[in-house]
């Protein structure tokens, strides 16, 4: 007969309590959360994309090392991809989101997303400088508007926190309907290399604004 230890079982069970308690949260966060831009992917969104299936991976600390940290930092940051938001800003973002704070929203749900804001090698998809941008929007609850910045050339991503004086905005929607993805035509002239993309959702439902930081490389 095999033998299993004591101490392999007691492994087992807590990784299986662990995935319990994250699906769980997963599917708590999806009844009260909505979306996120999907192409460029958000920081968050990208790294669910890729990891989730296989987030206990060691491989993800060499291949993937600023997922590696975000999901060591809080994996239900991951699973609720589509929860980084904020209720009742009015339109005052700059005062609800300080400087160093922009990715994780302010460091909104109490610091969930925090891990978002540190600057590192974040994985980049690469873009002309005219490109779209696409929101998915679980819930359709459409937009009031969307604003779409981009960093200045000379920022640098994996050395500096970002800041709203780093950013241009180029692009702004007016009132968009309901639809479970929107999409955006974005032109950010004069850049190349790795560059954030920051875009700002203010949802139609309700005062509720998303943020999200996505990372690029503009190819010309």
Request: hydrophobic letters at 35%; a neutral charge; glycine letters at 10%.
């Amino acid at each position: 007969m095999l033998s299993i230890g004591k101490t392999t079982v007691g492994r087992a069970l807590a990784v299986l309590g662990s995935s319990l308690a994250l699906l769980t949260t997963f599917a708590t966060g999806n009844a009260s959360a909505h979306g996120a831009v999907s192409d460029p992917p958000s920081r968050h969104y990208g790294c669910y994309q890729r990891w989730a299936s296989n987030w206990q991976s060691p491989e993800m600390a060499t291949q993937d090392p600023m997922c590696h940290q975000a999901w060591q930092a809080d994996p239900s940051a991951m699973w609720n991809w589509n929860g980084l938001l904020r209720d009742g800003v009015g339109g005052n973002h700059q005062a609800a989101v300080p400087d160093g704070q922009l990715c994780s929203g302010g460091m909104t749900q109490n610091g969930r997303y925090a891990a978002l804001d540190t600057p590192g090698p974040w994985k980049t998809v690469d873009r002309p400088n005219r490109f779209r941008l696409n929101l998915l929007d679980q819930s359709s609850h459409g937009a009031d508007y969307i604003r779409v910045y981009v960093t200045k050339q000379g920022f640098d991503p994996t050395r500096q926190r970002l800041r709203w004086s780093d950013l241009e905005l180029v692009t702004q929607t007016g009132r968009m309907p309901t639809g479970t993805t929107t999409t955006v035509d974005v032109n950010a002239p004069g850049r190349t290399g790795h560059h954030v993309v920051y875009t700002v959702w203010q949802a139609s439902h309700l005062d509720q604004a998303y943020y999200f930081c996505s990372d690029v490389k503009f190819t010309g």
